[in-house]
């Protein structure tokens, strides 16, 4: 079996970002508009969803962050990882938010930016678990909706945002990528980002995440039934984000 899968342009997603945007027209001003993503990891959601948001003039919002931030508290004040109520108190506490004058926002708890902890291999391993508290989620949901009420022209990303968050969401996609494909990319940036990445290893750790993620009661990985379904794995980064481009400004002016 060939264990390195051919991806096509996978090292070229963080690249593309910061470039202006293709089409600066943006939607009419006035209007509140709600864009949800969701999918699983590795297929390019999250800078695909702040891409977007660039080219429409919407903010963007990262729920991942959210629920990374969370984690990390546990870790980092040494909450037992079981003790529901603890977890949720402490996050309460630490007044999770946004700074919206960077690009992207940064999160912040207790004032400080924590951004830079929230990528740590510590924080990816025990972050699914965290995120099927039900409380939490409950929590987490409640400040998605208030930032949408403040930031009514959003795009946001996750896996519960078209399902539970935002079910009455203007447009709605769910992006997807095979197993193999989406273990690929994160080689690639991991490799990029001058760190040891295993295929085999990554490639497990994804499809743990997916079977997490997708089987917990509450906010389960799910594809809206209303949502435009759309299969990365052999789109380049520029297709896919034209590709969504195209649907919103066809359902946004109609
Ligand atoms: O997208 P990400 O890898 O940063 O997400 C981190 C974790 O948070 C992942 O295990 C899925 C979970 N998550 C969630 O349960 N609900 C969301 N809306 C966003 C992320």
Redesign the pocket.
């Known amino acids: 079996m060939n264990a390195t899968p051919a991806v096509p342009d996978a090292p070229k997603v963080h690249a593309k970002i910061d470039l202006p945007p293709k089409n600066p027209i943006v939607l009419p001003h006035s209007r509140p508009i709600i864009v949800t993503i969701d999918g699983p990891?590795g297929t390019g959601?999250?800078s695909v969803a702040r891409t977007l948001a660039k080219r429409l003039g919407l903010d963007f919002l990262?729920?991942?962050?959210m629920?990374?931030a969370a984690a990390a508290i546990v870790i980092d004040h040494q909450i037992d990882p079981n003790d529901a109520d603890a977890i949720v108190a402490q996050v309460h506490s630490a007044d999770l938010h946004f700074d919206w004058k960077t690009d992207p926002p940064t999160i912040m708890a207790w004032d400080r930016p924590i951004a830079a902890r929230i990528r740590d291999a510590d924080v990816t391993a025990i972050?699914?678990p965290i995120?099927g508290i039900a409380e939490l989620r409950r929590l987490m949901v409640g400040e998605q909706r208030l930032i949408a009420h403040e930031h009514p022209r959003l795009v946001t990303e996750?896996?519960?945002?078209g399902t539970v968050v935002f079910p009455d969401a203007a447009v709605k996609f769910y992006l997807d990528a095979s197993p193999e494909v989406r273990a690929a990319r994160r080689a690639d940036q991991l490799r990029a980002a001058g760190r040891s990445a295993d295929l085999a290893d990554l490639l497990r750790e994804i499809i743990a995440?997916d079977q997490s993620?997708s089987t917990r009661s509450d906010?389960p990985l799910r594809a809206p039934p209303d949502a435009i379904r759309i299969d990365t794995s052999s789109m380049t980064f520029d297709r896919v984000v034209d590709t969504l481009e195209r649907e919103v400004r066809a359902r946004a002016t109609t």
Do not use: H, I, N, P
């Not at 990262?62 to 962050?65: F, I, K, L, R, Y």
């Not at 996750?158 to 945002?161: E, I, L």
């Open positions: 990891a959601k999250s990262d729920t991942g962050a629920y990374r972050v699914s995120a996750g896996r519960d945002q995440r993620d906010g």
